[in-house]
C-alpha cells in the first residue's frame, strides 16, 4: 500500500462518536492517542480510507480555531456502492445533503451530513 499524501482533517465535538461514525462508513482506525489526563480527550486520530486516504481527527477544544464543518468525497467501487453506503450512514445518524443522483460529469453520487455537521459525498465518480 502506497502511503497517503493527502489527509482531510476534522475536530469532533465527541471525537469517539466521530470515530465509531467514520468506521460505519468504511474507515479502519490506525491510531488514537488520547490525551494523558483526560481519556476522553482524543488528541490525534487516525482512519485509513481504502488504499490509499485519510481522515485525521481530534476532539474540539475551547476556542479552537480548526473547527468546523467540513466536505470530504469519498469514492467507491461502484454505482451500487454509493447506494448501500448512503443507506448505512443514515442508519448511524446521519442526515441527507443529497439523494442518490447521476452527475453531468459521471458518476452516481450522495451527500450526508454527520451529527456535528460535516459532509460525505459518496462518489463513485474517480476523478480525471
Known amino acids: 500500500m502506497t502511503r497517503p499524501q493527502l489527509f482531510h482533517c476534522?475536530?469532533?465535538?465527541?471525537?469517539?462518536?466521530?470515530?465509531?461514525f467514520l468506521q460505519a462508513i468504511g474507515f479502519t482506525t490506525a491510531m488514537v492517542v488520547r490525551d494523558p489526563d483526560d481519556s476522553t480527550v482524543v488528541t490525534h486520530a487516525q482512519l485509513a480510507w481504502r488504499d490509499n486516504g485519510g481522515i485525521m481527527l481530534g476532539s474540539t477544544q475551547d476556542g479552537d480555531p480548526h473547527y468546523g464543518p467540513g466536505i470530504c468525497n469519498l469514492v467507491v467501487a461502484s454505482d451500487e456502492d454509493v447506494d448501500s453506503l448512503f443507506a448505512t450512514a443514515l442508519e448511524h445518524g446521519a442526515s441527507t445533503v443529497t439523494e442518490p443522483n447521476y452527475a453531468l460529469h459521471g458518476g452516481h453520487n450522495a451527500c450526508v451530513a454527520d451529527f456535528d455537521g460535516h459532509w460525505w459525498n459518496i462518489d463513485s465518480y474517480p476523478g480525471a
Open 10 to 20: 476534522l475536530r469532533y465535538t465527541d471525537a469517539d462518536r466521530g470515530i465509531n
